[in-house]
């Protein structure tokens, strides 16, 4: 019999990035970086393993995945079958569940589960941290999807070393974090590519070192003692640092589009007018918009008057790896 198990991940977004890696075989980063798991957009990944198979076959929300994506899930379940000792091909079926086509749909949901189900469908029983250390493999971010609330990545120095430490899981301070759909488009540079070039090109790259190192060390007691402005101010100005490193790098580029900076300015006016709000960005257009949930209703307002209500979308801290069947 072969086993077919599901996984449901939740996707995160960093605090303080992660951008750039030490070793691209092993997915070693740089730096170490922290995030907050959410609990809005997630994967479900339904993983066999069948001898009867004759390739690996891999369906993302009923379509076939394109060359691209498709060889990163094969190289990933071959380190499966490796450290399994398997040799079957496997059925693949994942769906990502994101409020609207928002663009928002991440490599970290999609690894993290794809790494809890294709192991444990291989035959292995992988703890937490194994299973971080695995999803790594994958995506960098997919790391820190393994656990809910806030997480640490850290950095390590070896395929054992770097891991995902959970700081915080189940969090009870009440924060929100508004996420606004300003490009629901693919990007044009991946996160893959453009951390390489900032890595390689920018002269800024080892200041980007100790601004993480700095960074960590303020964030993680303001998130101990629920202290909501060192929070925000401190993943703002990482994440400006981080873009930074982009429009430094050669050829430079952005993931910033004019909406992006109209959106900054409004949490800017926000925050000018009494209500406490940070935003940050990934590799894309669309700003995270933190908040406390006190607040959260008016921010959701100002952003859909500007945007269309149905590009304005309110997470909280979401949970960590769940297995939904286990056969
Ligand atoms: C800007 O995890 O997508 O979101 O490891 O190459 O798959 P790969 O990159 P990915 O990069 C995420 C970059 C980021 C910051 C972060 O999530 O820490």
Same mark, same amino acid.
């Given at each position: 019999?072969?086993?077919?198990? !599901?996984?449901?991940?939740?996707?995160?977004?960093?605090?303080?990035?992660?951008?750039?890696?030490?070793? $691209?075989?092993?997915?070693?980063?740089? $730096?170490?970086?922290?995030?907050? $798991?959410?609990?809005?957009?997630?994967?479900?990944?339904?993983?066999?393993?069948?001898?009867?198979?004759?390739?690996?076959?891999?369906? +993302?929300?009923?379509?076939?995945?394109?060359?691209?994506?498709?060889?990163?899930?094969?190289?990933?379940?071959?380190?499966?079958?490796?450290?399994?000792?398997?040799?079957?091909? @496997?059925?693949?079926?994942? +769906?990502?569940? +994101? &409020? !609207?086509?928002?663009?928002?749909?991440?490599? =970290?949901?999609?690894?993290?589960?794809?790494?809890?189900?294709?192991?444990?469908?291989?035959?292995?029983?992988?703890?937490? #941290? @194994?299973?971080?250390?695995?999803?790594?493999?994958?995506?960098?971010?997919? #790391?820190?999807?393994?656990?809910?609330?806030?997480?640490?990545?850290?950095?390590?120095?070896?395929?054992?070393?770097?891991?995902?430490?959970?700081?915080?899981?189940?969090?009870?301070?009440?924060?929100?974090?508004?996420?606004?759909?300003?490009?629901?488009?693919?990007?044009?540079?991946?996160?893959?590519?453009?951390?390489?070039?900032?890595?390689?090109?920018?002269?800024?790259?080892?200041?980007?070192?100790?601004?993480?190192?700095?960074?960590?060390?303020?964030?993680?007691? =303001?998130?101990?003692?629920?202290?909501? !402005?060192?929070?925000? %101010?401190?993943? %703002?100005?990482? /994440?400006?640092?981080?873009?930074?490193?982009?429009?430094? /790098?050669?050829?430079?580029?952005?993931?910033?589009?004019?909406? #992006?900076? !109209?959106?900054?300015?409004?949490?800017?006016?926000?925050?000018?007018?009494?209500?406490?709000?940070?935003? #940050?960005?990934?590799?894309? &257009?669309?700003?995270?918009?933190?908040?406390?949930?006190?607040?959260?209703?008016?921010?959701?307002?100002?952003?859909?008057?500007?945007?269309?209500?149905?590009?304005?979308? +309110? @997470?909280? &801290?979401?949970?960590?790896?769940?297995?939904?069947?286990?056969?």
């Amino acid at each position: 019999m072969n086993a077919t198990v !599901t996984a449901r991940a939740h996707t995160n977004i960093a605090l303080v990035k992660y951008w750039g890696k030490a070793d $691209t075989e092993l997915m070693l980063p740089q $730096t170490s970086s922290l995030s907050l $798991t959410l609990d809005q957009f997630y994967t479900d990944t339904t993983v066999t393993f069948d001898d009867q198979l004759t390739a690996d076959e891999v369906t +993302v929300n009923d379509q076939l995945l394109s060359s691209e994506a498709a060889k990163k899930v094969h190289n990933f379940l071959n380190l499966v079958r490796q450290q399994a000792s398997r040799t079957s091909f @496997a059925r693949v079926t994942s +769906v990502n569940h +994101v &409020p !609207t086509a928002a663009g928002l749909a991440s490599s =970290a949901s999609a690894f993290a589960a794809l790494a809890g189900a294709a192991s444990r469908a291989a035959g292995m029983d992988l703890d937490r #941290t @194994a299973l971080s250390r695995l999803a790594r493999r994958g995506s960098g971010s997919a #790391t820190r999807s393994i656990f809910g609330g806030f997480v640490e990545w850290e950095a390590g120095h070896d395929d054992l070393s770097s891991r995902a430490v959970p700081l915080i899981e189940d969090v009870t301070w009440p924060i929100a974090v508004v996420a606004l759909v300003l490009d629901p488009h693919h990007k044009k540079v991946s996160s893959r590519q453009g951390m390489q070039s900032s890595v390689t090109t920018s002269p800024f790259y080892p200041a980007w070192k100790q601004i993480v190192a700095d960074d960590l060390d303020a964030i993680k007691p =303001a998130i101990r003692a629920q202290d909501f !402005t060192t929070l925000g %101010e401190t993943l %703002e100005t990482n /994440a400006m640092r981080m873009h930074a490193l982009t429009l430094s /790098a050669r050829p430079p580029f952005s993931y910033f589009n004019g909406d #992006t900076l !109209t959106a900054m300015q409004t949490v800017k006016g926000l925050r000018a007018a009494g209500l406490e709000c940070y935003y #940050t960005l990934d590799a894309g &257009p669309n700003l995270k918009v933190f908040c406390q949930t006190a607040d959260v209703s008016a921010i959701q307002e100002r952003f859909a008057r500007q945007f269309g209500s149905d590009n304005v979308i +309110v @997470a909280h &801290p979401g949970p960590g790896i769940q297995f939904l069947n286990k056969a």
